[in-house]
């Protein structure tokens, strides 16, 4: 509809349709919605990728501070690789990379690691087993306990409590060549 006002001039008189308060809450609803969902789908992605075992796998060589006898390692999940019932016939390398660790936490057999004790974490031996390890570039050996499971880094075949990383001398390096032998 044109009209004329007192000026002289014409315009058009158009009905703009209104928009109300409940469209635009609507609205802002569906973002804060889509905002969530795509957020959601994006931790999703995120833990898939970091579940793979490849992926998970942490190093725990141990690092000195100075000369104090602090030990700074990372955290490990406990996932056994065999249970004791097919422990035996996994296969037992005696030759490898050890490592230590001392973060103070309930081992696999349920017991609570004690840094001091002289104790280890190997991925099939059944719990108990006695282990001596032997340091290949010193000579130096320590009998263990097998009393967790690890070690998670590949091509490690032992880690050693931090006692028993002391008895080797293993400390400085964080990691050592060692061989393996079951006493009993």
């Known amino acids: 509809m044109n009209s004329i006002n007192s000026t002289g001039n014409s315009y058009v008189d158009i009905e703009a349709p209104l928009v109300s308060s409940a469209s635009i ?12 969902a795509v957020t959601l789908a994006a931790c999703a992605q995120s833990s898939v990728v970091t579940n793979k075992p490849e992926l998970r796998a942490t ?14 390692v990372k955290p490990r999940k406990h996932t056994p690789f065999t249970t004791d019932r097919n422990a035996s016939k996994a296969q ?3 030759y490898g990379i050890a490592s230590f660790y001392s973060d103070e936490q309930q081992t696999a057999n349920g017991e609570n690691f004690n840094p ?12 108990g087993t006695q282990l001596r390890v032997t340091n290949v570039a010193t000579g130096q050996s320590v009998t263990v306990r097998v009393n967790d499971r690890g070690p998670f880094v590949p091509g490690r075949v032992v880690d050693v ?12 390096g964080g990691i050592a060549e060692v061989k393996l032998d079951v006493v009993q």
């Not at 809450?25 to 969530?36: I, P, Q, T």
């Not at 190093?59 to 700074?72: G, K, P, Q, Y």
Request: hydrophobic share 45%; proline share 6%.
């Open 92 to 94: 037992f390398a005696p």
């Open 59 to 72: 190093s725990r060589v141990a690092s000195l501070e100075d000369n104090h006898t602090r030990v700074a």
């Open 161 to 172: 409590s931090y006692s028993a990383a002391k008895t080797l001398g293993m400390v400085g």
């Open 25 to 36: 809450r609507n609205f802002f609803r569906l973002g804060a919605v889509s905002l969530a």
């Open 116 to 127: 001091n004790a002289l104790t280890a974490a190997h991925p099939t031996l059944p719990f």
